[in-house]
């Protein structure tokens, strides 16, 4: 009768800590060790799909692109960035030449641009931008060209442009012009 007792005993302790572990606390006890099991944050809602907001649209003109051979993963080149202008809510000022787009023409056809280069407000802050763009001709009417963004500016003024995350466009003016215009959005 006694061990009858004590097994309804266990069952019954096993079903308490099995009850607590549910509700989110509890402990359980191994090999007479005894472990304290913490309550979890409840699930935070689903975020909803982020929007974009315009940040600036630059005009950015380029030199004749030099081409820098076959490697391993494809062709590499590389595009000076010669100046340019950039616009936006609260926002403008001059490209700075000395910036150039590095490129990688992947064997699949894909291309991969990895731009770096300097912005200055019309107040003299400088923006250094870091956009790395992928392009694909989906066919001969429709090409995905899409970039992510980084911006490093001074705190103060230009502070919040730190603490984003950006996205862009980009497109192609030749051979009108020498210049590709970068829209870039923040993600909101």
Known sequence: MALISRRNDEINSLDRRRKLLLAGMGAFTVGGASFAVAQTAAVSPEPAAPKVELVYTATVEIAPMLLLGDSALGER?????????????????????????????RKDG??????????QTDDGAILTVHNKVLIHDVSPEKRYAFSSIEIAAPEGKYGWLNRLVYVGTLQGLMPQRAAVVIR???LI
């Open 110 to 119: 894909a291309r991969l641009l990895d731009a770096l280069y300097e912005m």
């Open 77 to 105: 080149r590389m595009v000076p960035i010669t100046g340019g202008t950039f616009e936006g809510p609260g926002l403008r000022g001059k490209v700075l030449a000395g910036g150039a787009d590095r490129q990688l023409i």
């Open 184 to 186: 870039t959005y923040k």
